[in-house]
């Protein structure tokens, strides 16, 4: 199976903004979590790779394929689900679906048929197939909007900012549904929600200001922080001295009252106790390390 090989990527806007910066991450196949907040440049990569915009410099490829020149191959083994996409409101997921189907070239009526029916299934909207797209909730829509990205079988999946908006049901469900898509396929998952990667990728990149922060395997990525997180409950007003002493990564309420999270080499003392780290620990180390400029 072949990774998709993305090399000193690196895009400047007309208005000046560097959205990627030198960009280069090897991708196997699976799901792979781009994670980084807003303005990051994760949709900005994402479109690059699904061939709507030009990059400045930089190669990206998968196999022999060159995705930025062979637009036209790319966009036979891609599926894309976009941040934002217009369904039409007053035709059913059915017929949207099987007119998708006929612009991706299945022509053969018995053979779409059996695709949309299959991949209604697949999504599990099968039974609201006949019911008008407006009426969709928003996880119905994301549904929808996955069954249509996997209409041509894609070996390249891009999926931008799924589960934002979505409820926790609804995202549960979506998650279930990504999960089970093929080991075969190359699924890039973009997003500012840290428990979409950590649910479901075997792989990971953290992304800020259009630069790899860091990337690997999550578990790994937990290990290497795992023995200097700590945490202790202070007061409001504590705050701020707390951020001038120690490498503030977290802060959050329980119960009304502050919790901090600190990344420290060696245990602190001070009322702080040991914490088993996890993603979210990773992540804001990263990110505000880059802010304070520990990075
Ligand atoms: P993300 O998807 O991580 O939120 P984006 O790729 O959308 O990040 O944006 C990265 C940066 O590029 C942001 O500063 C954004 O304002 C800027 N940007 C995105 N699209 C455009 C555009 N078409 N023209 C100018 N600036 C843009």
């Known amino acids: ?12 806007y007309a208005n000046g903004v560097q959205a990627l910066h030198d960009i280069s991450l090897d991708i196997p196949t699976g799901m792979f979590g781009l994670l980084g907040p807003n303005g990051a440049g994760k949709s900005t990569l994402m479109r690059t790779i699904a061939t ?3 990059a400045d410099q930089g190669t990206v490829t998968l196999g022999d394929l060159n995705v930025l020149t062979q637009k036209n191959d790319v966009r036979k083994i891609l599926g894309y689900l976009p941040q934002e996409f217009g369904l039409y409101p007053k035709i059913s997921a ?33 039974a609201d197939r006949k019911r008008n ?47 089970a898509l093929g080991e075969n396929t190359v699924v890039i998952l973009s ?18 200001k259009g630069q790899v ?8 990525v937990i290990e290497e922080i795992e023995d200097k997180v700590y945490q ?37 003392a001070n009322g702080f ?4 780290a996890d993603l979210q620990d990773v992540y804001f180390s990263q990110i505000y390390g880059e802010q304070h400029g520990t990075k």
């Open 1 to 12: 199976m072949n990774n998709l090989i993305i090399s000193n990527l690196s895009k400047t």
């Open 52 to 54: 709507l915009q030009e």
């Open 94 to 126: 059915e017929v949207l679906l099987d007119h998708l189907a006929v612009l991706k070239g299945i022509t053969n009526k018995k053979e779409r048929k059996e695709v949309v029916k299959a991949l209604l299934y697949k999504t599990n909207l099968y």
């Open 133 to 179: 797209l407006g009426g969709f909730s928003g996880g119905m829509k994301q549904r929808f909007g996955i069954a249509q990205a996997l209409l041509t079988n894609p070996k390249l999946l891009i999926v931008d900012e799924p589960t934002a908006g979505l409820d926790p049901v609804e995202r549960n469900r979506f998650y279930n549904l990504l999960s």
């Open 191 to 208: 997003t500012h929600i840290v428990d979409d990667v950590k649910e479901l990728c075997t792989n990971m990149a953290i992304i800020n």
């Open 213 to 220: 922060l860091l990337k690997g395997d999550p578990l790994k």
């Open 232 to 268: 202790k409950t202070i007061l409001k007003n504590e705050l701020e001295s707390y951020k001038q002493e120690y490498n503030v990564i977290a802060e959050k309420l329980f119960l009304g009252k502050p919790i901090i999270h600190i990344l420290c080499d060696n245990n602190p």
């Open 273 to 276: 106790t040991p914490i088993k």
